[in-house]
C-alpha cells in the first residue's frame, strides 16, 4: 500500500502490516491506519483515509475497501461506484464543488437544500480558493510504473465514465428510468459480492 502523507514523503507498506481502526473527530469518524512497532503497541506512524462520517457510513466505506484489497470481486466492486470526482492530474474546479456541498439523497431534502443554498455558496467559494492553492499530490515514478493499468484490464472506472446530467443527480431530480436503473445495478453488484462471500466464508460475515 502506497501512502502520500502531508509533508509530502510516500511510505510503501504492505496491507498485513497495518492496524486498521477509526479515529473520533469532534460528533464524527474517520478510519485510520497504524504502522506499528515490533511490540504491537507503539504506533510510529497514522495516516488518515480522509473519509469523515458516522460509525454506518464507515462500515459500508471500509468493506468496500476491505474487499478491493482482499477478496476477488473487482468487477462487482467497480459497478457499485456511480460517480468519480474530475480530479485526476487536476485541481478540482467551482462548479464540482459546489454540487459536492449541495447534493441530496431525495426530493424531500428539496426545503433543506434551499435553507442550506446561502451556506454551500459561501462554503463553495471558501472551497475553491483551497483547491486552487492547494497542490496537485505528485506520486514518485516507482509508485507510478507498480501501478500502472494493463492496457487490456476489462474494469476502467474514471470521471469520463460518469454519467450525463450530474445536475440531476445532485438535485435527486433523475427520471425514474434512469433511478430505477441505478438502483438495480447496485442491487446486483452487492448482490454478486455477497455470494462470493457467503461462499467462501460460509455467511460468517
Known amino acids: 500500500m502506497h501512502v502520500y502523507q502531508v509533508n509530502g514523503e510516500v511510505?510503501?507498506?504492505?496491507?498485513?502490516d497495518i492496524f486498521f481502526t477509526t479515529s473520533k473527530q469532534r460528533i464524527s469518524y474517520c478510519i485510520v491506519g497504524h504502522l506499528l512497532a515490533e511490540d504491537k503497541e507503539t504506533v510510529l506512524n497514522t495516516f488518515s483515509f480522509g473519509y469523515v462520517g458516522q460509525r454506518e457510513e464507515l462500515a459500508l466505506y471500509w468493506e468496500f475497501i476491505r474487499c478491493y484489497m482482499e477478496e476477488e470481486c473487482q468487477e462487482e466492486l467497480a459497478e457499485t461506484v456511480l460517480f468519480c470526482p474530475p480530479v485526476e492530474k487536476r485541481k478540482e474546479g467551482?462548479?464540482?464543488g459546489l454540487q459536492r456541498l449541495m447534493q441530496i439523497d431525495s426530493r424531500a431534502s428539496w426545503v433543506l437544500l434551499v435553507l442550506n443554498l446561502p451556506f454551500a455558496l459561501i462554503e463553495s467559494v471558501a472551497r475553491y480558493i483551497v483547491m486552487q492553492t492547494s497542490k496537485i499530490p505528485q506520486w514518485p515514478q516507482e509508485v507510478i510504473d507498480a501501478c500502472a493499468v494493463e492496457p487490456n484490464d476489462p474494469i476502467n472506472v474514471g470521471a469520463e465514465n460518469n454519467e450525463p446530467h450530474r445536475w440531476r443527480t445532485v438535485l435527486a431530480?433523475?427520471?425514474k428510468e434512469a433511478y430505477d436503473e441505478k438502483n438495480q445495478r447496485l442491487k446486483s453488484?452487492?448482490?454478486k459480492i455477497k455470494e462470493k462471500l457467503d461462499a467462501k466464508y460460509g455467511g460468517e460475515i
Open 189 to 191: 453488484a452487492n448482490q
Open 173 to 175: 431530480n433523475e427520471t
Open 94 to 96: 467551482y462548479i464540482a
Open 11 to 16: 511510505i510503501t507498506v504492505p496491507w498485513s
